[in-house]
């Protein structure tokens, strides 16, 4: 049974590592989350761009191209998922990263060393939980 705090949650994925992007897609799936997943920002804008609503998106910041601030700057430009929790995946000891995540606004970030699924999970809920009150 999947907890009742997270079914029915829609969480948009998006990771150019289709290896934690599988890994992660299964996590939250199985916690009953309602999964979809991008494996580059363009993708994960399309997503958005031709309505899907995410009520959470954890996105990767290194990614080729636009990177994954660019796109939660596009997405929050064009109104796309106003109410969306955005957590962003950054690489351990990337200040710079974490700086612009601060000054974008972002509701949390997650240092790409914890990359045990369950670990991201709890740390994704906790997140989440600390924007309602
Ligand atoms: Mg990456």
Redesign the pocket.
Known sequence: MADQSSSHKKIMLV???KFLLDMYAIKFSKAGYEVKTADSTDGGLKLVRDGYIPDVMLV????PGMD?LDLVNAIRKERLAPSAVMIM?TNQGSSDDISRAKKLGVDGYIVKATTIPSEVLAEVERIINSKKT
């Open positions: 990771d150019d590592d990767d910041i290194v990614m994954g995946l």
